[in-house]
Nanobody, 118 residues
Framework: VQLQASGGGLVQAGGSLRLSCAAS????????VGWFRQAPGKERYFVAQ????????YYADSVKGRFTISRDSAKNTVYLQMNSLKPEDTAVYYC????????????WGLGTQVTVSS
């Protein structure tokens, strides 16, 4: 499966952005999908995850209550709605997918830059 993330940009603190992760080349509903982010000079960190059915979601503590992950299986797309953005949310955001029976995030898309100005 190939993934393509989009929707990043420059926003002021307190603003919102919605990222999209479009999948092709596979049955997207067979994968769990996650979002990760990497700030300059830092490691890549988990942000959010949604199960193949969309019934289960998980979030990093730093984004709980502000970010919402969702998926539209008909469009083979997963979204990350980001509200109340903070300067510390600035990073390159990546979407990734893993098979239902695997713990490995094997499939990665190119990132999309999110910059939050203070």
């Amino acid at each position: 499966v190939q993934l393509q993330a989009s929707g990043g940009g420059l926003v002021q603190a307190g603003g919102s952005l919605r990222l999209s992760c479009a999948a092709s080349g596979g049955t997207f509903s067979s994968y769990h999908v996650g979002w990760f982010r990497q700030a300059p000079g830092k490691e890549r960190y988990f942000v959010a995850q949604i199960s193949w059915s969309g019934g289960d979601t998980y979030y990093a503590d730093s984004v709980k209550g502000r970010f919402t992950i969702s998926r539209d299986s008909a469009k083979n797309t997963v979204y990350l709605q980001m509200n109340s953005l903070k300067p510390e949310d600035t990073a390159v955001y990546y979407c990734a997918a893993r098979r239902l029976t695997s713990a490995e995030w094997r499939y990665w898309g190119l990132g999309t830059q999110v910059t939050v100005s203070s």
